[in-house]
């Protein structure tokens, strides 16, 4: 399958047209941006480190059950996937707090949740993909009713479930991450975009060590070692 025209350039991936109007290449790209854009960086196989794990993660998931945008993997940097509408709503499943939530809330950092918290934020860099509930998606139009938001909440309550177990049998605590879903010509909800250390967070369960993207939102540096690290420990056998 070769690349025709390249329709969609976001801040991770490219997406390419194919031969076959269901289905649409994905380029992992090698840079990296932070607060919508504001920090911008490049580390050199990023793109191919997050193609692999997304890769792994994807199949891992879909044995569980869940369906998928991923046809196949085609090369280093480069996926096979349906082509979907995307639901221009970042699904956010948390186990810890940290981040955004620590932030906005004063939730002290690291303090584990009382239960799984699934939020939604808008995808929309333009006002800087702020948070929103149920009655703005129906507002923006964003599903067509509010059966799909149960239906997304369900889907990222899967993921964490499978995810979470998965990787604490790799001594990496799954802190929280961002997942979106899209719908394809059936009408079908498949989870799309990629699943990596640039959408989640790992910590790693002796040290507490982040091995993810907030290597380069903090300036601590590593940012490629530490993605090497998830996959190596992706791919390596659990406890
Ligand atoms: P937050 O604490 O900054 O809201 O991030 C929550 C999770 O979502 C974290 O794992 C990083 C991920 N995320 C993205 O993948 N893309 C984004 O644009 C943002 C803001 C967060
Ligand atoms: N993905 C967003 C950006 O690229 C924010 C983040 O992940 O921190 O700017």
Redesign the pocket.
């Known amino acids: 399958m070769e690349k025709k025209e390249l329709l969609y350039e976001g801040k991770a991936k490219k997406l390419y047209t194919t031969t076959n109007e269901d289905e649409l290449i994905a380029e992992f790209k090698d840079d990296l941006t932070a607060?919508?854009a504001e920090k911008k960086g490049s580390e050199q196989g990023k793109g191919a480190l997050n193609c692999k794990i997304s890769t792994e993660l994807f199949a891992l998931l879909e044995e569980s059950g869940l369906k998928t945008h991923l046809v196949k993997t085609l090369d280093d940097n480069h996926q096979l996937v349906k082509k979907v509408d995307i639901i221009l709503i970042?699904v956010?499943?948390?186990n810890t707090a940290?981040?955004?939530?620590?932030?906005r809330l004063g939730i002290e950092d690291g303090k584990v949740l009382p239960f799984t918290l699934v939020?939604f934020?808008l995808k929309d860099d333009d006002l800087n993909?702020p948070?929103i509930i149920d009655d703005h998606c129906i507002i923006l139009e964003l599903v067509k009713d509010r059966a799909i938001l149960d239906i997304l909440r369900q889907k990222g309550l899967h993921v964490n479930r499978i995810l979470k177990e998965f990787f604490e049998k790799r001594d990496l605590n799954l802190?929280?991450?961002?997942v979106e879903f899209g719908i394809d010509k059936n009408g079908e909800i498949l989870l799309s975009d990629e699943i990596s250390p640039?959408?989640?967070?790992f910590w790693d369960m002796q040290s507490g060590e982040s091995l993810?993207?907030?290597r380069f939102?903090q300036n601590i540096g590593n940012v490629k070692v530490a993605y090497e690290e998830v996959l190596k420990r992706i791919l390596g056998d659990a406890k």
Not at 98 to 103: A, D, F, Q, R, V
Not at 198 to 201: E, G, K, L, N
Request: proline share 0%; with cysteine.
């Open positions: 607060f919508n970042e956010v499943v948390r940290t981040g955004s939530l620590s932030k939020e934020y993909d948070i802190i929280d991450f961002k640039d959408s989640c967070r993810d993207k907030d939102r």
